[in-house]
């Protein structure tokens, strides 16, 4: 699944991760929680040291190693730790407490503990979110919305709001009180006839499987919300699929998908619709029909040309139409006024209508990799814009200076620097590659690529606990970005913190990344072997290596 259900949970407030170090805030933050530490006030050390994290991302080690010490000393003394504000991972000696990521990468803004042998959340200043109760086990929020948790020997979803899915993951533990289903993962062919019984099912997710055809028995399904299948081998969906009206997400990218039926166009409650990854050549101007969608993501399909009438999609706040072969964008452009987010890169589009001017609420604007020389003379009026991204268009300086001087507040892309990093990699310029990447961090902090490729290169230069920030904002930036998993787990590794790096190894054995066809811990493996080619060594990779090797194929 991904972002659409953090949508419904704005009460979050966003705190971004800065990279910035400066060093005399940081000192001063530091010597005012040592002495607070004195003082034995444990809560404002624990706030006085999450301040010098803000102020110096560096130095996220010697913080960890000065809220760890205040941890120890307030459970020597038998404080209680139930309300020790927290925002970075750290483990104890002892696992009495766990935290599991900190918030500057969360973008659900709790954090996971486990105290006195149950887990619940807190948030932000530390304060327990009761409407997430406590639990026997859980999870964090990585799972896009939904964590996992068990309580009374049942295992439930768990969505932010407090809201529970009792849950199974193979069709032979459903029960009549069951309402979510996992069955990816199982290298199935078709979705299990008894599955269709279950008509109390809400959520039902059977991705990464071998699945031809959604068959007309999904329509005995007239409860579910939440329809996820995608890395499949899906060609033909169900006539009977609006028979599902109360579906609001469906996901079916990375399947081969040619064209959406007539019912799909039918589901009035429908929110957010992924057929990325496809190979849809049309779409029907029934699409008008789906008057309630926020979210549409028909990127690296084979789309021509798009209907007048999916402009008529008022509610439509993030379309992505990248990577097809779309050669023109209508003025009706001007007819999605909530739209906050258009993805048309890869496109054969030479054109910007004047009207795009008229979007009033965009912030993202990506037309890269397009025939595009000039943007409309008005362009200074997309006031709200914040990130465009011309990549490989054929603009020249002059036209280049116009832009940047009619969007004094917008950060503005026209090169691409993953090819220079990559050539420096090869060369094996690290220090030189994870720089610019780093810079590039800077130049814009909100997309998840940039942070997925610095989580790679600082493993490169011995920069492991930046590495492991750089991997956890990509997955709070995109909880798709999966494979972004193997740097992260290198990154504990190399910091010395195996017994995290394991929970990581066994909890992807036998699986694969999404939109990768190996087995993880090939993947893992190759990484490492890629770390060693570079001179990096650590006497853990000796034990992954055992491991991930005696994994079953």
Request: net charge neutral.
């Amino acid at each position: 699944m991904r972002k659409y259900l953090l949508l419904l949970y704005f009460f979050f407030i966003n705190i971004p991760l800065v990279l910035a170090c400066n060093l005399s805030n940081y000192n001063q933050n530091i010597k005012e929680g040592n002495d607070f530490l004195q003082k034995q006030e444990y809560v404002k050390a624990i706030l006085s040291f999450k301040k010098a994290y803000h102020e110096c991302y560096y130095k996220a080690h010697e913080i960890d190693a000065a809220v760890l010490k205040t941890l120890k000393r307030a459970e020597l003394e038998g404080k209680d730790l139930k309300e020790i504000y927290i925002s970075f991972k750290t483990v104890t000696p002892k696992e009495k407490m766990f935290y599991t990521f900190d918030f500057e990468s969360n973008e659900y803004k709790c954090a996971l503990v486990k105290y006195n042998k149950k887990y619940h959340f807190i948030d932000t200043i530390g304060r327990k979110i009761s409407k997430l109760q406590e639990w026997e086990k859980a999870s964090d929020f990585y799972r896009d919305g939904f964590t996992e948790v068990i309580k009374d020997n049942n295992t439930y979803l768990l969505d932010t709001l407090g809201k529970l899915y009792l849950y199974a993951k193979k069709e032979g533990n459903l029960t009549p009180e069951t309402i979510a289903l996992d069955i990816a993962f199982w290298e199935s062919t078709n979705i299990p006839e008894e599955v269709f019984d279950n008509k109390q099912l809400e959520i039902l997710d059977f991705s990464d499987n071998k699945i031809e055809t959604i068959t007309d028995d999904i329509a005995k399904l007239e409860n579910l919300k939440v329809l996820i299948g995608y890395t499949n081998k899906i060609s033909k969906i169900s006539d009977k699929l609006d028979n599902l009206q109360q579906l609001e997400v469906i996901e079916l990218s990375e399947n081969n998908i040619k064209y959406l039926p007539q019912s799909f166009f039918k589901l009035k409650k429908l929110k957010y619709a992924y057929f990325d990854k496809n190979n849809i050549k049309e779409v029907s101007k029934d699409i008008k029909n789906l008057d309630n969608i926020i979210e549409l993501d028909l990127s690296e399909n084979k789309i021509i040309d798009i209907p007048i009438e999916l402009y008529q999609l008022k509610k439509m706040e993030d379309l992505n139409l990248s990577s097809n072969k779309i050669k023109e964008l209508s003025p009706d452009i001007e007819h999605l006024k909530d739209l906050l987010s258009l993805d048309l890169h890869d496109n054969q589009i030479d054109i910007v209508p004047d009207n795009i001017t008229k979007l009033k609420k965009i912030i993202f604007l990506d037309l890269s990799y397009n025939k595009i020389k000039f943007l409309p003379n008005i362009i200074a009026d997309m006031k709200t814009l914040r990130k465009l991204y011309l990549i490989d268009n054929p603009i020249n300086n002059e036209e280049k200076d116009r832009i940047r001087k009619a969007l004094p507040n917008c950060l503005i892309s026209f090169e691409n620097k993953n090819t220079e990093i990559s050539e420096l990699a090869k060369n094996k310029k690290f220090v030189e590659a994870y720089n610019l990447s780093l810079s590039m961090t800077k130049d814009d902090s909100t997309d998840y690529h940039r942070w997925f490729d610095l989580s790679w290169r600082a493993l490169f230069v011995n920069k492991p606990e930046i590495a492991i920030q750089a991997a956890n904002k990509s997955l709070s930036l995109n909880h798709r970005s999966e494979k972004v998993i193997t740097n992260l787990v290198l990154g504990y590794l190399l910091s010395n913190q195996w017994y995290i790096a394991k929970s990581i190894y066994d909890d992807w054995k036998g699986k694969k990344f999404k939109g990768d066809e190996r087995l993880s811990k090939d993947v893992f493996l190759k990484d490492i072997e890629d770390l060693e080619k570079a001179g990096i060594k650590h006497q853990d990779f000796i034990k992954a290596k055992q491991l991930l090797l005696l994994s079953p194929r």
